[in-house]
């Protein structure tokens, strides 16, 4: 895999930090200025203790006045051009940009402990990183349709970021996704990404490590790595199976579309990804994402979300392995599954579809 170049360093008006990463052979200078004239935003975030399910909450207030789907002559994540307003990304182009969201749910900044909350332990000021990756400065695109270099491009900042957010002492893990489409609540219809680097470890993690570990105490062995074995030779979910990763739809899938992408070697996160299975990566994401939008005939841009989970930084890390949720609302043309009654207020999932039928569907698909 040829690297990219980046990230080049530079800061916003406010004093928010922007990374450039450039597609290999790229050699523009990153050197334009932030001339906007903007002060720090305040950030009220402050994390509140749920005794009930022993769950961190975030109250972030302030992300109420986000911005909210502007039109295209109004998108903040597209380049800075001489004719328009300036945006978040100073530059008049770009390959993949990231930086420090002016709206964010965690803030770097490490604070005093919160009054108390009088129904459970302190609450605390939301200490971490919320981070914006663009992935083109080209505002109708979509990741299935952008050249291979910049996949390997993306998939460098994936790593890079992760690196980086992982030093900080205050963050115990790094969640690097992707929303698309307004149906799954997305604001900015710019191509893009999100990094959050939270300041604990997730409900969704926790109970992957405690099922993790229950499979380890008995067996010895690595549960997700037991499950992509079953999975490889079984076959019937299986959608994709190449040299480092294979992709399958889990056999216990919540979603109308939902398929799973995990590397054939036990490894905690992006970084520790090697050359040969960070170039397979470049090419299989792309390759799943167009499967994903030829799912259903008639539709182009499948809504999804794209979920990298990696293993915490600090606890149970060796419970913890790479994989890639990646995950659709839409039940059929024109139709989303609501998190409705048995979902939303048990956690109680109830699936229109089945996994094998999916991955039938998915292979059809391949390119």
Known sequence: MTPGTGPTRRTLADGRRIFYFDDAGTTRPRTARDLREIHSATIESQMRYDVLTGEWITMAS???????LPTAAQC????TTRSGAPTEIPETNYDVAVFENRFPS??????ELLPANRFGPDDRAAAG??????????HTTSVGELPPERLRTIVGAWISRTEE?????SVEQVFCFENRGEEIGVTLSHPHGQIYAY??????TLAMLRQADKHFQSTGRSLLADVLAFERQDGA????????????????????IEVHLAPHRDIPDLPSLNTEEREELAHVYQDLLRRIDGFYPGVDHVPYIAAWHQAPI??????GRLHLQLFSTLRAPGKLKYLAGSESAMGAWISDTVPEAVATRLRELAR
């Not at 600090?314 to 419970?319: A, F, K, T, V, Y």
């Open 165 to 169: 957010l992982s030093a900080d002492p």
């Open 106 to 111: 965690f803030a770097p900044e490490r604070g």
């Open 76 to 79: 903040p994540l597209c380049p």
């Open 129 to 138: 990183h919320c981070e914006v990756m663009c992935f083109s400065s080209n």
């Open 199 to 204: 300041p604990y470890v997730t409900p969704r």
């Open 237 to 256: 979910r299986v959608v994709y199976s190449g040299e480092h990763w294979s992709a399958y739809v889990p056999t216990a899938a919540r979603w109308p």
């Open 62 to 68: 302030h992300r109420m006045t986000r911005t909210h």
């Open 314 to 319: 600090r606890i149970d890390r060796l419970l």
